[in-house]
């Protein structure tokens, strides 16, 4: 049975309209943690989940958490959500997306009064972007028990710490733990966001699945060289700190480029002393590295930084790379998973394709864009005739989620984990509808 007459995309649209005026300011969006456009917005969410049905209260670190009972009190949760704060000058889909679409779900489960073998938990996290403190994901990191106490000494741009922040919310930063969730209370969690990416815009996808979110790695690199005049010191007796960077830039891009679905940035590149009559004696950029497969990640960061070293010892100046962040294992997400083998071999292949497409057109220098991963994205049905009619620009409708389409092996399951799954499939097919029902047909049209 599928929910999907009763979610609304028009209502969707209106609640993530209403959610991007919650903003420091009117001609853009901008809404960081811990402040009064998220207080507003956060007023607004609790409304929409106690109309749709659930229990609705912000948690104690500033998340905001509806609840729908399953069919017994108390059962766990799946979990969905998204963030309610924003980067500066952020767009209007970003975060919003993901709370709206989930308490749009759920509230079409209450109108039909359905209660399904777990309770469905929707957040709002108050702070994922970090754009306020400086440190990411400080709602998700509250629920999963992971906050240290170190997080509230951290101070935003105007000196004001968490601690007082949390304060001046009317939250108690003693308790921030109590934000903490046992394990055995969450199920699972899915989360909606928009690509980041111009890969489902360029294939006239409306959906994709995440496949993996994958590690970085960061390097800094200082190249130091000689400085001179630029009129008197001859070509050849030259130690050009730019120049030998330069060189470095390139080495890096060609390196990435032979890995599949990995990617390398340079952002930043800065010469001293930056006088246009003088040699640059010395030169430092920063490297991002991400892979969904740890194993190749740390072979190029390996690679690159033997060609930065061989670079530099051949044109006689001084590099020194130091590592400035190292992550956690890439987590594998459970979509790819729990995908067939047959498919499986189709959807990473598909991924494979994707993420070259992805690194060819869009150096992402972002710190968290790559975050949301890899997608999987469906084949596309050859057109019929008939669709094909109706003209350029048309989706193929049909077009389902990765997901949704391979099935998993339940086979092999127990029978409530069988329900389970085929419950979140249920949901997976909501979110599909009501983004199908709202996806605008020409690209660029809104995003
Ligand atoms: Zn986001």
């Not at 959807?347 to 997608?375: I, M, T």
Request: contains cysteine; positive net charge; glycine residues 10%.
């Amino acid at each position: 049975m599928s929910v999907s007459p009763a979610v609304s995309g028009a209502r969707i649209m209106a609640h993530i309209d209403a959610l991007a005026r919650c903003s420091e300011q009117p001609d853009g969006l901008t809404r960081v943690y811990l402040s009064p456009e998220l207080r507003a917005a956060s007023e607004l969410v609790l409304g929409w989940m106690r109309e749709a049905g659930m229990c609705a209260r912000i948690d104690a670190i500033g998340n905001v958490v509806g609840r729908y009972e399953g069919d017994a009190l108390r059962l766990p949760c799946v979990m969905l959500g998204s963030h309610l704060d924003t980067v500066r000058d952020a767009g209007k889909y970003d975060g919003a997306l993901g709370v709206v679409t989930a308490i749009e779900c759920v509230r079409a489960l209450a109108a039909q009064g359905r209660r399904l073998p777990f309770a469905v938990e929707v957040v709002g996290f108050g702070d994922e972007e970090g754009a306020r403190f400086g440190a990411t994901l400080l709602g998700s990191r509250a629920i999963a028990g992971t906050l240290g106490p170190k997080v509230l000494d951290l101070a935003d741009r105007d000196g004001v710490t968490l601690r007082a922040a949390l304060a001046d919310y009317g939250l108690d930063p003693a308790h921030v733990s109590d934000a903490a969730r046992p394990r055995e209370e969450i199920l699972a969690y899915a989360e909606l966001h928009i690509e980041q990416g111009p890969v489902l815009e360029a294939e006239g996808l409306p959906v994709g699945v995440v496949t993996a979110i994958s590690g970085a790695t960061r390097l800094a690199i200082a190249i130091d060289g000689t400085a001179g005049h630029a009129g008197t010191v001859p070509m050849g007796l030259r130690r050009d700190a730019l120049a030998a960077a330069a060189e470095c830039v390139v080495a890096i891009e060609a390196r990435a480029a032979r890995t599949p679905e990995l990617v390398a940035t340079v952002g930043r590149l800065e010469a001293l002393p930056g006088a246009v009559n003088v040699i640059p004696g010395r030169a430092s950029f920063t490297v991002d590295v991400r892979s969904p497969r740890d194993v190749d990640r740390a072979a190029a960061v390996a690679d690159a930084t033997a060609a930065i070293e061989a670079i530099c010892a051949r044109r006689g100046v001084r590099a020194r790379v130091d590592r400035t962040h190292e992550p956690h294992r890439t987590v594998r997400a459970v979509a790819e998973v729990a995908a067939r083998p047959r498919d499986r071999r189709r959807g990473v292949r598909g991924a494979r394709a994707a993420e070259r497409r992805r690194s060819r057109c869009h150096g992402d220098g972002g710190g968290r864009r790559y975050r949301h991963g890899v997608l999987a994205l469906p084949r596309r049905r050859q057109p019929s005739p008939r669709r094909e009619h109706h003209g350029r620009g048309r989706r193929d409708r049909s077009a389902r989620p990765a997901a949704v389409r391979r099935g998993v092996p339940t086979a092999a399951m127990s029978a409530a984990a069988r329900q389970r799954v085929h419950a979140l499939h249920d949901r997976l097919r909501a979110f599909r509808d009501a983004l199908t029902a709202v996806t605008p047909r020409t690209p660029g049209s809104d995003a």
